[in-house]
């Protein structure tokens, strides 16, 4: 069993950041793709960003591209989404999400919901204007 643990969430103005992590256990990092995902109120819950599980690849949604970053630490066993000028349309949960990754070259990703398996508990993000 996989556990996550998202922490970094906030109030933050409009053009601000935030660093988001999420930490993992339970599992070999290495054997987890890991995923960003929100869901602001009364929204479905929509894709942000996913790494592969050694980190070589990575994939953002069009709404952040270019302004969010997803990286991961194998020595802490923690993914992370740096947030940079942020948008009053990014409020929402973010949460992580892990799903066992067996591809050997390492670089799929997961860019829908459907294919994770963890979930960490979410962390609130809200941008002012």
């Known amino acids: 069993q996989v556990q996550l643990v998202e922490s970094g969430g906030g109030l933050v103005q409009a053009g601000g950041s935030l660093r988001l992590s999420c930490a993992a256990s339970?599992?070999?990092?290495?054997?987890?793709?890991m995923g960003w995902f929100r869901q602001a109120p009364g929204k479905e819950r929509e894709f942000v960003a996913t790494i592969s599980r050694f980190g070589r690849t990575t994939y953002y949604a069009d709404s952040v591209k270019g302004r969010f970053t997803i990286s991961r630490d194998s020595a802490k066993n923690t993914v992370y989404l740096q947030m940079n000028t942020l948008k009053p349309e990014d409020t929402a949960v973010y949460s992580c999400a892990a799903v066992i990754s067996t591809d050997y070259s390492g670089g799929r990703l997961y860019t829908s919901a459907g294919p994770y398996n963890y979930w960490g508990q979410g962390t609130q993000v809200t941008v002012s204007s």
């Open positions: 339970g599992r070999t990092f290495s054997s987890l793709a």
